[in-house]
């Protein structure tokens, strides 16, 4: 079984400032991916970013980039230039690389907020 | 781009009554899932259904049932509510292919008195 961990519990940043969310999985998987889900106090699950454990390379989406450190296997976010609409619920989720479905495993999530 | 639709967003029920939750997941998703997220929790998996059939089975209470249906819509019904079944119920849907990224409804927020 996996298991995700969000070490910390709530966060926050000066608007425009950059911010990092940590996160660590265990898994005897080799294979899997990766990934962030932001819930704004509107209580929807947004996909943030995406990263697959077999490339070595970072995901970045926008202001959105992973740091991905698979034999620590730990994968942090990094918010850059923070907005208030970045003020949220942030979880960080493992799924198995397989066809057989692809369930989510979440971790206890990092709540993020954004100051003027 | 069409989402994950839910109905109803709010439900209110009473202690030992029957609830049912419904999804409609994206066109030409496969894949559909149902979470539970109780307050200040991360979502918790419950059922999955691929091609109508079940795929893979979570932490489900057996007085939890849910299906797909023909047009690819998913229902979770619940029984014998108690008070501690109140949380957030979203349901996901995906392609079947490793790794696609799970895209969620607005959930059913449902309140058990």
């Known amino acids: ?116 | 781009a069409a989402g994950v639709i839910q109905s109803p967003r709010h439900l209110i029920k009473e202690k030992r009554e029957t609830a049912t939750l419904k999804c409609y997941p994206i066109p030409r998703h496969d894949t559909v899932y149902w979470y539970q997220q109780g307050p200040g929790q991360d979502p918790q998996f419950l059922i999955s259904f691929y091609e109508k059939m079940q795929s893979d089975k979570g932490s489900i209470p057996d007085r939890f049932s849910a299906q797909q249906f023909s047009d690819y819509h998913s229902e979770l019904n619940m029984s014998s509510l108690e008070l501690g079944d109140s949380a957030l119920y979203f349901c996901a849907s995906s392609f079947r292919q490793g790794g696609s990224p799970l895209h969620f409804g607005n959930g059913t927020r449902l309140t058990v008195t």
């Not at chain 1, 000066?14 to 209580?43: G, H, I, M």
């Not at chain 1, 929807?44 to 697959?52: A, K, N």
């Open chain 1, 1 to 116: 079984a996996q298991t995700v961990t969000q070490s910390q519990p709530e966060m926050s940043v000066q608007e425009a400032e950059t911010v990092t969310l940590s996160c660590t999985y265990d898994t005897s998987e080799n294979n899997y991916y990766l990934f962030w889900y932001k819930q704004p106090p509107s209580r929807q699950m947004i996909l943030v970013i995406r990263q697959e454990a077999y490339k070595q390379q970072n995901a970045t989406e926008n202001r959105f980039s992973v740091n991905f450190q698979k034999a620590a296997k730990s994968f942090s976010l990094k918010i850059s230039d923070s907005q208030l609409g970045d003020t949220a619920m942030y979880f960080c989720a493992f799924m198995k690389r397989n066809n057989a479905g692809n369930m989510l495993t979440f971790g206890g999530g990092t709540r993020l907020m954004v100051k003027p």
